[in-house]
T-cell receptor
Framework: GENVEQHPSTLSVQEGDSAVIKCTYS??????FPWYKQELGKRPQLIID?????GEKKDQRIAVTLNKTAKHFSLHITETQPEDSAVYFC?????????????FGQGTTLQVKP | GAGVSQTPSNKVTEKGKYVELRCDPI?????LYWYRQSLGQGPEFLIY????????DSGLPNDRFFAVRPEGSVSTLKIQRTERGDSAVYLC??????????????FGPGTRLTVT
């Protein structure tokens, strides 16, 4: 089945710097890749996603890139702010059947220091 | 509009007891998912419903776990003979009618289950 690896497990940056989180997946048939932000004790929140027919997507300070050949995708956060501090999870929608079942990475704890 | 809701928010039960966890999806969302999240881990898929039917239950760990969605809206996850290893946060997510390649899932706040 699908396997998603995420790194780094922790990331500390200064406010205003950029942060990059990377994920790799194993099943070349996976076709949807969302990113979730989870604050302590809260629900995962969908922050951005990308489909397999697109190479890059941007929404204000966050962007996601997808390299289907290499089977990896990345989250980029620019001009980081303290409120960006949270755990970030990548995921891949695992075939077959196009059920949308998500396989999650292990998470990255992002700390933005003011 | 209202998001996904889950009840109870916390549940403490003794080993061997039966528990039911409820999920109210976003109105109109036909797809519903259950995940389980252990401390420090990403959510782990349990089961997926499209309408009333369980289209994929490959993530249920064993036959003590069962879920229903009888009217295609509210879903209940049922756990029999609970074990301490079942302790986790159980998350529900819903998604609108699937367009191929688009599976935006919106999560509820979760039910924290503690088995003593």
């Amino acid at each position: 089945g699908e396997n998603v690896e995420q790194h780094p497990s922790t990331l500390s940056v200064q406010e205003g710097d950029s942060a990059v989180i990377k994920c790799t997946y194993s099943d070349s048939a996976s076709n949807y890749f969302p990113w979730y932000k989870q604050e302590l004790g809260k629900r995962p929140q969908l922050i951005i996603d990308i489909r397999s027919n697109v190479g890059e997507k941007k929404d204000q300070r966050i962007a996601v890139t997808l390299n289907k050949t290499a089977k990896h995708f990345s989250l980029h956060i620019t001009e980081t702010q303290p409120e960006d501090s949270a755990v970030y999870f990548c995921a891949a929608a695992s075939p077959p059947g196009n059920t949308g079942k998500l396989i999650f990475g292990q998470g990255t704890t992002l700390q933005v220091k003011p | 509009g209202a998001g996904v809701s889950q009840t109870p928010s916390n549940k403490v039960t003794e080993k061997g007891k039966y528990v039911e966890l409820r999920c109210d999806p976003i109105s109109g969302h036909t797809a519903l998912y259950w995940y389980r999240q252990s401390l420090g881990q990403g959510p782990e898929f349990l089961i997926y419903f499209q309408g009333t039917g369980a289209a994929d239950d490959s993530g249920l760990p064993n036959d003590r776990f069962f879920a229903v969605r009888p009217e295609g809206s509210v879903s209940t996850l049922k756990i029999q003979r609970t074990e301490r290893g079942d302790s986790a946060v159980y998350l529900c997510a819903s998604s609108p009618l699937l367009v191929l390649g688009a599976y935006e899932q919106y999560f509820g706040p979760g039910t924290r289950l503690t088995v003593t």
